[in-house]
């Protein structure tokens, strides 16, 4: 694993030199570069590029918030650091990934750095996911783009009044993340989806994978006919749906094949019904 390229900009030799023997104590983490003003901290970052910055708020020449506005859309993981806590509020409306208030405890410097470390993971994720989504979306582009396969042989007339083969059904392919790792998940495998704030949980072969989706958006993209809505917040696989049973209230619990239970609201009911009963 690559080590955590880390900087730090603090106008107070004593405070940049507390951090720095931190930082060198985490084998992870790998300091490249000190600065003592917000001109400094700009050249040196720009030349640097760190992964991570322990920045202070007030400093001579410019702050750490215009040093933060000046890197542009795509600055490094910061931990601003700073003797005074009215400054908090802006701090998280920048998406600073924490606040250290001077002077502050190992342990809550030790909670920053965790946190940091778990926003550093999910940034390279993300940037993964969208790299493997762009290839998928290239490779699909170029498989429908190729030439069509010679016809086949028409079939004998004995069989012209056989009944057609039922359509296909769409196996999709999606990508989602699950401990650090992405999936290329078939959607045919997929038991159920709910949804987690701004992600979509998927349950599919005893693994949980996330999805950054809406629940609407995620509808249009499976095979309606396979997946159906039956709350606000989840979409079953029906292909898993073992029965229905009586709830309270007059609602009913979707039971799959292994057990689990769903809530199934009334107003998704009639819908489910009626595709169990064109499966059968």
Do not use: C
Request: aromatic share 6%; charged share 30%; glycine share 4%.
């Amino acid at each position: 694993m690559n080590k955590i390229r880390t900087m730090v900009v603090d106008d107070e030799p004593a405070a940049r030199r507390g951090l720095v023997l931190l930082l060198e104590s985490d084998p992870d983490i790998l300091v490249v570069g000190e600065a003592a003003s917000g001109a400094e901290a700009l050249r040196r970052i720009r030349a640097e590029k760190p992964d991570l910055v322990f920045l202070d708020v007030q400093m001579p020449e410019m702050g750490g918030f215009k040093v933060l506005e000046a890197l542009g859309p795509q600055p490094p993981a910061v931990i601003f650091v700073t003797a005074f806590d009215q400054h908090a509020l802006q701090a998280f409306e920048v998406n600073a990934v924490d606040y250290l208030l001077k002077p502050f405890e190992d342990d809550r410097f030790w909670t920053a750095l965790r946190r940091a470390k778990s926003e550093l993971v999910r940034r390279q994720t993300d940037a993964l996911s969208e790299k493997l989504s762009h290839l998928l979306s290239h490779l699909q582009a170029g498989a429908a783009s190729a030439p069509a396969a010679p016809a086949a042989p028409a079939a004998p007339a004995a069989a012209a009044d056989a009944p057609a083969a039922p359509e296909s059904i769409t196996r999709e392919r999606i990508l989602l993340r699950s401990g650090g790792e992405i999936y290329f998940v078939r959607a045919e495998d997929i038991d159920w989806i709910e949804a987690e704030g701004d992600y979509m949980k998927f349950h599919a072969a005893g693994r949980v994978h996330l999805l950054r989706e809406t629940m609407a958006n995620l509808e249009e993209r499976l095979d309606s006919k396979r997946f159906i809505r039956i709350h606000r917040s989840t979409i079953v696989n029906l292909d898993r749906v073992k029965k229905l049973s009586p709830s309270f209230a007059g609602e009913y619990a979707v039971v799959l094949h292994d057990g689990t239970k769903l809530r199934l609201s009334r107003g998704y009911h009639d819908r489910l019904q009626e595709l169990m009963r064109s499966a059968l």
